[in-house]
């Protein structure tokens, strides 16, 4: 699982914003600490730190004591620590934006600041996203400072029914069960929504009924979800006889320990399911001089003493192990010891987020999208990974998966392209785009259409052009327009646009003010990425996707869902 983290390579791009809500933790904003232990100094070095609000104070508690001790000096200069409680989503709308990508959607805040030396998030997963649609952003990470395990938080009365299931059977009642009212919060911008639900699909499994159990754990969650945590919790009940809109939902247990804080009227109690959490990463940033690289370093280690542990505790948090420190108020029935999940390789888990938030986005988010099928008679090469079913029989199934998640606010169109369709058209349209409330069933027809043409080549240029401006023609505000081409070959098209023409034309159409993003599937290892990424380019907005085997196209596609490359 994400907890684990470690490493990602530095490069030398500096991030010049910090976040929202830049608020300096008490004691923490002095410069030009000169003098200490009784030593005097040459110079001094300040360190910013942005960390997570709810660590923020221990963090600050703990840096204030190490500038007192000859740990913090770095040659003759004297290192001083301002630490501001930065909330992650903000911290990744300002890192973001300085490298086009927006991974947290519209209405994040932005607020620019001085630049920021190291980083503690609530978790990982926040830098293996930006890892991943961010190319530039490639912190240092130096190990888990912190941590809070995942739970499921539920009003006390309700507790009990709840405790010994096993997650799976969790999940099954989640899906089923309209009584319990889950909820969740957007795992697009908040971490505890995103571990939550990679927990959900773990325990769903990989068996045959795990697709069909997972999305509609994600339906119900969806129907309560929130924007931002206060707000999920302020919909739990108060009293005994208030129903409350959520009844149950993945949270931290440090917002459980939060919440009973302010004495509610009815508590919220810590089911404890499966070993999950938000893991605190510390994380130096890209393009830092080396002396406060060191600086950071030297940091890093006073927050792994029992003095940080103990901070902690006052706040909910416990230590990167799972073990509290003293004075944590557990939650009622909480385990001495919440052991973090093994490691996990990262690639694997970026992709597991990527096809995650790929279908939670197909599930809660409207769209209106034009799917392009390859039709060439290669289509027709078997996959030896999906028990010798052809490309197209791949491709078939994967748009019946698809469009099942799509919930009936989409629009779906059907092309399928080769050459020679329509007279020279390499392209036909087998469906417009219509309404899935209404027209889902003649789109299941459509995807029969998906049939290799005997002797067909890959009008992809033409047909990518075509695509682009039917989409720009209907274009529709407020939600995502978009053209998904699937093709297994390079362009081979005689007599059709080259890529010079194809690029000069598209380019010429585009119109900042209707952005089309154009996401394009390759599959096998006929693929030239380059051509691909110059259609993408021209477009103005997509990105392009990989399966070298094609029976992964599934994954990828919800990959691409998710991107926001581009967006």
């Known amino acids: 699982m994400p907890g684990r983290h470690r490493h990602l390579p530095r490069t030398g791009l500096a991030v010049a914003a910090a976040a929202v809500a830049v608020v300096v933790v008490a004691g923490g904003a002095w410069a030009g600490y000169h003098e200490y232990s009784g030593k005097n100094c040459a110079s001094s070095v300040r360190l910013r730190v942005a960390a997570a609000p709810e660590i923020a104070p221990a963090v600050q508690a703990v840096a204030d004591s190490w500038a007192r001790t000859d740990a913090a000096r770095i040659g003759s200069a004297c290192v001083t620590a301002a630490v501001t409680a930065a909330d992650p989503t903000g911290m990744v709308a300002a890192i973001g934006k300085q490298h086009g990508v927006n991974l947290v959607g519209a209405g994040s805040k932005v607020v620019d600041a001085t630049g920021v030396d190291a980083w503690i998030p609530d978790s990982g997963t926040w830098l293996l996203r930006l890892a991943s649609e961010a190319s530039g952003f490639q912190p240092t990470t130096l190990g888990s400072v912190a941590s809070s395990p995942i739970v499921l938080a539920v009003p006390s009365a309700a507790a009990a029914p709840l405790g010994n299931a096993t997650m799976k059977d969790l999940v099954k009642r989640i899906a089923a069960d309209k009584s319990l009212k889950p909820g969740i919060v957007d795992p697009g911008r908040d971490a505890t929504g995103l571990t939550g639900l990679l927990a959900v ?43 409350g809109a959520v009844g149950v939902a993945p949270l931290s247990e440090a917002d459980v320990i939060a919440y009973n804080a302010g004495r509610p009227g009815l508590p919220l109690a810590a089911v404890y399911p499966q070993s999950v959490a938000l893991d605190y990463p510390f994380a130096v940033m890209p393009g830092v001089d080396p002396q406060k690289e060191q600086a950071a370093a030297e940091l890093r280690k006073a927050l792994g003493t029992p003095a940080f ?84 029989e791949v491709t078939r199934a994967v748009a019946r998966q698809g469009l099942a998640l799509l919930d009936d606010r989409w629009s779906v169109g059907n ?7 329509a007279g020279t058209r390499p392209w036909v349209e087998n469906l417009p785009i219509l ?31 075509a695509a682009y401006q039917r989409v720009q023609q209907g274009w529709q505000p407020g939600v995502s327009n978009s053209v998904v081409i699937y093709t297994d070959g390079k362009n081979d098209n005689p007599g059709g646009l080259t890529i010079d023409q194809l690029v000069s034309k598209m380019t010429k159409v585009r119109d900042p003010k209707r952005p089309v993003r154009m996401i394009i599937i390759g599959m096998g290892t006929a693929i030239d990425r380059a051509e691909l990424e110059a259609i993408t380019k021209a477009a103005g907005s997509g990105g392009v996707f990989i399966a070298t085997d094609p029976a992964k196209i599934g994954d990828i596609f919800l990959e691409a869902i998710a991107s926001r490359k581009g967006a």
């Open 201 to 243: 699909a773990a325990a769903a499994g990989n068996d045959a009924s795990a697709a069909t159990l997972k999305v509609g754990a994600m339906r119900a969650l969806s129907a309560n979800s929130s924007s931002i945590r206060s707000d999920l919790l302020q919909k739990f009940p108060t009293s005994a006889g208030d129903g």
């Open 309 to 392: 542990t103990d901070q902690l505790a006052r706040t909910g948090v416990r230590g990167p192990d799972g073990t509290p420190g003293a004075g944590f108020a557990a939650p009622a029935g909480a385990p001495a010891k919440v052991a973090p999940p093994p490691a996990a390789d990262p690639k694997a888990v970026t992709a597991a987020i990527g096809q995650l938030l790929g279908s939670w986005t197909a599930i809660t988010q409207p769209g209106r999208m034009l799917a392009v099928f390859d039709v060439s008679f290669s289509m027709n090469a078997k996959v030896p990974t999906a028990g010798g079913l052809t490309r197209a």
């Open 415 to 421: 092309w399928t392209f080769s050459t020679n369709m």
């Open 435 to 465: 309404s899935c409330a209404t027209y889902r069933s003649d789109m299941l027809k459509a995807i029969d259409k998906i049939q290799p043409k005997k002797g067909g080549d890959t009008g992809l240029y033409d047909t990518a052009l």
